[in-house]
């Protein structure tokens, strides 16, 4: 069973401040990972993908990998009121014949306050 | 990335009856993909649509319940069948634009009373 675990918070952090959301997963082969933002009452919108060990920097987002230990995080340095949402950590359990295999988690909702 | 719509955005149905629900991509794309997401609950994948071929679908989820067409390759639709209030919920498809990378449509939100 190849799983992807992260906190489900409630996370609050205030505006201006670093938001570090955490990421696990299970299969050691996996290649390909991914941050998702989902607004209430909407889909989730792809935000950061990273691939190799290490950091990723998109604007105020940062992603991290390290395979050693199987974590993926993201931190979202000066966070804003409109960063309030569900993020999700999608892991590429890699090709099957159906295509490739996207493990998510549970999701991690954060909530900034002004 | 890839444009996706679907349709209806919502709807509220009765027990017992049946929605398709249509999902248009801008691009041609080799796999389409059903997801269903309970209330604050995580993405639960309920099939794989590649064209030409059978859906195939995960552990839970059946062609009875759920049946799939994929007719080319911008286009898929799933049926929600004999519907109870139990599949109330959001429905995502998503395709992987020939990428590793996932993109999701903006879902259809099902009511079931």
């Known amino acids: 069973q190849k799983e992807v675990e992260q906190n489900s918070g409630p996370l609050s952090v205030p505006e201006g401040a670093i938001a570090s959301l955490n990421c696990t997963y299970s299969d050691r082969g996996s290649q390909s990972f991914f941050w998702y933002r989902q607004y209430s009452g909407k889909s989730p919108e792809l935000i950061m993908s990273i691939y190799s060990n290490g950091d990723k920097e998109d604007g105020r987002f940062t992603a991290q990998l390290n395979k050693a230990s199987q974590y993926v995080s993201l931190l979202i340095r000066d966070s804003q009121p409109s960063d309030s949402a569900t993020y999700l950590c999608a892991v590429n359990g890699g090709m099957r014949n159906t295509g490739n295999q996207f493990y998510f988690g549970t999701g991690t909702s954060l909530t900034v306050i002004p | 990335s890839a444009v996706i719509s679907q349709k209806p955005s919502r709807d509220i149905c009765q027990r017992g009856t049946s929605l398709t629900i249509q999902c248009q991509v801008d691009?041609?794309?080799?796999?389409m993909f059903w997801y269903r997401q309970q209330p604050g609950q995580s993405l639960t994948l309920i099939a794989t649509a590649n064209q030409g071929s059978e859906a195939t679908y995960e552990s839970g989820f059946v062609i009875d319940k759920f049946p799939i067409s994929r007719p080319n390759l911008t286009f898929s639709t799933l049926t929600v069948s004999n519907m109870s209030p139990e599949d109330s919920s959001i429905y995502l498809c998503s395709v992987d634009a020939n990428t590793d990378t996932q993109y999701f449509g903006p879902g259809t939100r099902l009511t079931v009373l």
């Open positions: 691009s041609q794309v080799t796999m």
